[in-house]
C-alpha cells in the first residue's frame, strides 16, 4: 500500500496548501496541550475548516495534543478531546499514554499516534504501549533503515518515520536543556533550542574547544529521499515531514517534491531519476543543510552544523498567484523583490513546473521596473493557466 | 521510605550498608549507561553478599534498545531474576514487555528520567504492567509531593548527584573533535566539560559508547526536603555517584538516614556550596513568549 505523506501546517492557509500540493494528512497544532506554542494557532473553527477542506481531497487532519502535561496543564483537556472528535480530526498525536488512553475512552473515533518523543526504538516497546490504545507510532529519529526493516517485520503496529526537517540532536522527550538554560520546558512546547548554541569545551581545566569554531550540538536537517524507495518496500504506514514553524513556500515545495517521488516509485518509473528530480526541487525549498540522519549510520561530523548562525534561507519565493482576471492579467502578492525580464517557476498542484519570463509587471494598470514592497498586489501576464494560490519563484537551474 | 544507590564498585557495599541504604542500584554490561557497569558473575557476587547484607538489588537498565537488544534484553531479564536480583529500574517501555514475556518476579521501576510529570500520567503506568515510578527530575516539589500523596508508596525521586540535561545517541563530542582535527581520544572519560559562551557553568559531559549526556553543574540533593517526601508517601529515593566525588555519596546516604531517624547532622553546612534543590522550588514552565 502507498504510505501517508503527512505534512505540518502552522496556520489554516499552510494546512490548505499541503492538502493541495498532495499531502494525504496534515498535522497541527491547537491553541492548548500542543508543542510549538507559536506554530499552534489553530482555534477549534479553524480546524474544522481544515477538515471539511481535507475531506474534499480525500485527506485528514491530525492534530498534536504533544505536549507532556503537568497536572497544572490538565484541565480542560477532556472538553478538548471531544470537541476535536466532533470536528472530525482523524488522529490525536500524543506523547502522554494517559492521553492515549484518555482519548480513547472518551473520544473513540480519533485515532491515537504516539508521538517521537517517547523515542520508541524497537517492537517490545511498541508492543507495550498496545495496552494504551496506541493506533499508530511514530519511530524514535535515531532507528536506523535496517531497524526499521526488523521493527515493521516483527511488529503489526502502523509506524510513521520522519523523512524531511529539522531533529532533535538529543532524545526529544528527554532533553530539558532549555528547562536549565531558559526556564523553558521543552516537553511543554518552550524549548529555546539551546542544542544550537554555542560552548566551549574544556579537558581538565584546560579548553580544548577552537575559538572560531566553538561546539555546538546543531544537527543538520533530515532529508531522506533517497531512502524513500527502501521504506516504502519495508511497509512503513506514513512519511513525515517536520516543520510547523515553515513558510507555505517551504511546504509546497517539500510536500510537491516527496508527492511526486512516492508516486512515481509507485507507479515503478526509475528510482534514480525519481531521486534526482525530487532533489533538485528540494534545493528550491528553504533548508538549512540536510544529512540522511541515523538512516545510514550513527551520525557523525558531517550530520552536524558547526559555525553557522544562518538559517540559509532562500530568496527564491517571490509571490503567490491571487485571482486572474478576464483580461489576461493576473493579479499575484509579492513576497519577495522581483524586477521584470526574470525567469519565474510557477508551483500548481498536480503539475510539472511550469517557467516563463516576467515582461512586464503593473500597479494600479502602471508599468512598473521593479517589485520590492512584500505583500503588495501587482499584476502581471503569465502565458498559460494558473489558479489562485499557486506559487511563483526564481527560475530552478 | 527506602534509600537506594548506584554502586560505584563492590568495595563499596558494606560502606553504603553501613550508611544506611536499603538497596543498591547496578549497571549493567550492554543494557546501562553513566552508572559503574557490571558483567553477569559480578552481579551474582553483589546479589549474594547483598542477601547477607539484607540490602536490595536492582539494575539499572537505562539504555534504549534496539531491536536487535531485544533478544539480549530478555535473556538478561530471565537471568538477573534466576540469580535473585530484586528489580529493574528502566527507561524504555519494552522492558514492560520483556518482564511479562519472561513471567519474571523482578520489580519493575518505569524511570524516564522525563515524561513522568503528571499524576494521572503516573497512575496510567502503575495500572499497566509497572510497580513503581521515578518520577521526571523537573518537577517543583509541591508537584512530586501531590503526585506521590496521590500514589502513595509507589513513587521514587532522584535524590541525590548530577541531574542529566539530556542524552543524545550521537557521539557530539568526538565529532567535533574531528570537525576540528582533534584527537577523539580527548572525549574519553570523565574530565570533560562544557560551557555555554554567555554562561559561567561548567556541565560535565560524558561520552560513552552508544550515548551522550550532559549534566547540570551543581550536585542536586534533597536532604533539606527529605522529611516532606517521606510524609507524603515517596516509596524511594535514588543517589548517582557519576562525577560525584569520593565519599560524598556515602555521607549523602548517612544522612539521609539520619534525617529520616530525626537525627541531626551537618552534611548541608558542609556541602552547601555545592548542591543545590535542582527544579524543586524553580518552574520551567515560560514559553517563547515569555509568559
Ligand atoms: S534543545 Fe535541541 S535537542 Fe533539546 S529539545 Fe530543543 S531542539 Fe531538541
Not at chain 2, 524504555?92 to 528520567?113: F, S
Not at chain 2, 499497566?128 to 512530586?144: Q, S
Request: net charge negative.
Amino acid at each position: 500500500m502507498k504510505p501517508e505523506l503527512l505534512a505540518p501546517a502552522g496556520d489554516l492557509a499552510r494546512a490548505k496548501t499541503a492538502i493541495r500540493f498532495g499531502a494525504d494528512a496534515v498535522y497541527l497544532g491547537g491553541k492548548r496541550f500542543s508543542l510549538r506554542s507559536r506554530a499552534s494557532n489553530f482555534e477549534l473553527e479553524d480546524i474544522a475548516e481544515a477538515v471539511r477542506f481535507a475531506k474534499e481531497y480525500d485527506a485528514k487532519i491530525y492534530v498534536t495534543v504533544n505536549m507532556v502535561p503537568h497536572d497544572e496543564d490538565l484541565q480542560g483537556l477532556e472538553v478538548y478531546l471531544l470537541a476535536l472528535e466532533k470536528c472530525g480530526v482523524a488522529a490525536i498525536i500524543v506523547a502522554s499514554l494517559h492521553i492515549a488512553l484518555l482519548s480513547k475512552k472518551i473520544a473513540p473515533a480519533m485515532e491515537v499516534h504516539l508521538s517521537t518523543q517517547l523515542s520508541l526504538t524497537n517492537s517490545a516497546a511498541i508492543e507495550t504501549v498496545r495496552r494504551f490504545g496506541v493506533d499508530r507510532v511514530v519511530l524514535a529519529r535515531e532507528v536506523s533503515l535496517a531497524q526499521i526493516e526488523t521493527i515493521s517485520s516483527a511488529s503489526s503496529m502502523p509506524l510513521e518515520v520522519f523523512i524531511h526537517g529539522g531533529m532533535c540532536v538529543n532524545l526529544s522527550g528527554r532533553c530539558t536543556l532549555s528547562n536549565e538554560m531558559t526556564l523553558r520546558d521543552a516537553n511543554r512546547g518552550g524549548c529555546a533550542q539551546s542544542c544550537r548554541w554555542k560552548y566551549k569545551l574544556y579537558r581538565d581545566q584546560t579548553e580544548i574547544s577552537d575559538p572560531n569554531c566553538l561546539f555546538s550540538m546543531s544537527s543538520k536537517d533530515l532529508l531522506a529521499i533517497e531512502e524513500i524507495p527502501t521504506l516504502m518496500k519495508q511497509g512503513i504506514s506514513s512519511f513525515k515531514i517536520e516543520g510547523r514553524m515553515k513558510s507555505a513556500y517551504y511546504i509546497t515545495v517539500v510536500v510537491d517534491a516527496y508527492r511526486k517521488l512516492i508516486d512515481a516509485i509507485d507507479q515503478g518509473e526509475d528510482e534514480k531519476e525519481a531521486i534526482e528530480k525530487a532533489r533538485k526541487m528540494l534545493m528550491k525549498a528553504e533548508n538549512r543543510p540536510t544529512s540522511d540522519g541515523f538512516f545510514r549510520t550513527i551520525p557523525g561530523a558531517t550530520h552536524h552544523l558547526y559555525g553557522v548562525n544562518g538559517e540559509g534561507i532562500t530568496q527564491d519565493f517571490v509571490a503567490n498567484v491571487i485571482e486572474t482576471h478576464p483580461n489576461g492579467r493576473t493579479s499575484i502578492l509579492i513576497r519577495n523583490n522581483l524586477p521584470v525580464h526574470t525567469e519565474l517557476d510557477v508551483l500548481s498542484p498536480g503539475n510539472d513546473v511550469r517557467s516563463f519570463t516576467l515582461e512586464a509587471m503593473y500597479r494600479k494598470g502602471e508599468a512598473i521596473e521593479v517589485a520590492n514592497l512584500p505583500m503588495e498586489v501587482l499584476d502581471i501576464e503569465i502565458p498559460f493557466r494558473v489558479e489562485s494560490g499557486d506559487f511563483i519563484r526564481k527560475k530552478g537551474s | 521510605m527506602r534509600l537506594l544507590s548506584i554502586l560505584r564498585s563492590i568495595e563499596h557495599m558494606q560502606a553504603l550498608k553501613d550508611a544506611g541504604v536499603d538497596g543498591i542500584v547496578l549497571g549493567v554490561e550492554g543494557f546501562s549507561y553513566r552508572s559503574p557497569l557490571y558483567d553477569l558473575e559480578q552481579i551474582k557476587e553483589v546479589v549474594d553478599r547483598a542477601k547477607s547484607l539484607g540490602v536490595s538489588t536492582y539494575l539499572h537498565c537505562n539504555r534504549m534498545l534496539d531491536e536487535e537488544e531485544i533478544i539480549p534484553a530478555l535473556t538478561l531479564i530471565q537471568t538477573i531474576d534466576a540469580l535473585g536480583v530484586d528489580g529493574i529500574l528502566f527507561q524504555d517501555l519494552a522492558y514492560v514487555t520483556l518482564c511479562e514475556q519472561a513471567k519474571a518476579n523482578l520489580v519493575r521501576i518505569y524511570a524516564p528520567e522525563a515524561i513522568l510529570t503528571s499524576s494521572p500520567e503516573v497512575r496510567t503506568m502503575l495500572e499497566n504492567g509497572v510497580d513503581h515510578v521515578m518520577v521526571a527530575k523537573e518537577l517543583t516539589l509541591d508537584e512530586v509531593l501531590k503526585i506521590a500523596g496521590e500514589n502513595p508508596k509507589k513513587v521514587g525521586v532522584f535524590g541525590f548527584g548530577h541531574l542529566p540535561m539530556s542524552v543524545s545517541r550521537r557521539p557530539l563530542v568526538k565529532n567535533y573533535l574531528d570537525e576540528i582535527k582533534k584527537d577523539r581520544s580527548l572525549a574519553d572519560g570523565f574530565g570533560l566539560r562544557l560551557q555555554e559562551e554567555k554562561r559561567a557553568f561548567l556541565y560535565p559531559i560524558l561520552e560513552e559508547d552508544k550515548e551522550t549526556t550532559i549534566f547540570q553543574d551543581r550536585l542536586f540533593c534533597v536532604l533539606p526536603e527529605l522529611t516532606k517526601l517521606q510524609a507524603n508517601d515517596v516509596a524511594f529515593v535514588l543517589a548517582d555517584d557519576v562525577f560525584v566525588e569520593e565519599g560524598m555519596l556515602t555521607a549523602f546516604i548517612h544522612s539521609a538516614h539520619n534525617r529520616m531517624a530525626q537525627r541531626e547532622d551537618d552534611f548541608m553546612e558542609r556541602y552547601a556550596h555545592v548542591v543545590t534543590s535542582g527544579y524543586f522550588y524553580k518552574k520551567t514552565n515560560l514559553t517563547k513568549e515569555g509568559n
